[in-house]
């Protein structure tokens, strides 16, 4: 139980294009879902907290305009990196939350913008 | 606020010997506290967690972990290290909102 899933797992695009990543709980609904960025060689740095049917709410720093989130079913968030440029080029992972704490990750998308 | 520190970006240990990685964190409330592992180019994996009760958790492949108040400590360790260990571990603590706020990452390398 308690599966995440993400797609794509990797995608490049060029640069000034959008690009959309899918985030699901497979078999549980997650009121809340988490996305993070992952430098190389770094840790997971918080971007924003989705929760289902209102506005996600933003990290210090984070763009809203440029990472477009949508959390529009209990099973399902988007993350959208719209004009994407080469220092967007990062691993995005997101995590659904079951429970009071516990958060379940997903496998993670590498976006490559050239 | 929640803050946690590993100590050590990396670690090696041989095949066989003991695997100690270390967090200290700090918390306004009471801490809920998670070991990850992440192998390269995937997600998160939850190896344990402290949330009350007893502090020696034991958790996945043999890990465990002992949470100490006094010293704000929650070291991760294994008593004989596999080859199939090698990556990457996270701790992190959970605050309020479910928001977990991860350590730095401990790189683990097991020699043969």
């Known amino acids: 139980g308690a599966v995440v899933s993400q797609h794509p797992s990797w995608v490049i695009c060029k640069s000034g294009t959008s690009v959309k990543i899918e985030c699901r709980s497979l078999?549980?609904?997650?009121?809340?879902m988490f996305w993070y960025r992952q430098f190389p060689k770094q840790s997971l740095m918080l971007m924003a907290t989705s929760n289902e049917g209102s506005k996600a709410t933003y990290e210090q720093g984070v763009e809203k305009d440029k990472f477009l989130i949508n959390h529009a079913s209990l099973t399902l968030s988007t993350l959208t990196v719209t004009s994407a440029h080469p220092e967007d080029s990062s691993f995005y992972i997101c995590?659904?939350?079951?429970?009071?704490?516990?958060?379940?990750f997903g496998p993670g998308t590498r976006l490559t913008v050239l | 606020a929640q803050s946690v520190t590993q100590l050590g970006s990396h670690v090696s240990v041989s095949e066989g010997a003991l695997v100690l990685l270390r967090c200290n964190y700090s918390s306004s409330v009471p801490p809920y506290l998670f070991w990850y592992v992440q192998y390269p180019n995937q997600g998160l994996q939850l190896l344990l967690k402290y949330t009350t009760g007893a502090t020696l958790v034991k958790g996945i492949n043999g890990f465990e972990a002992e949470f100490k108040k006094s010293e704000t400590s929650f070291h991760l360790t294994k008593p004989s290290a596999h080859m199939s260990d090698a990556a990457e571990y996270f701790c992190?603590?959970?605050?309020?909102?479910?928001?977990?706020?991860f350590g730095s990452g401990t790189q683990l390398t097991v020699l043969p």
């Open positions: 995590s659904a939350g079951q429970g009071v704490y516990e958060q379940f």
């Open positions: 992190a603590n959970s605050g309020s909102a479910r928001q977990l706020t």
């Open positions: 078999d549980f609904q997650a009121t809340t």
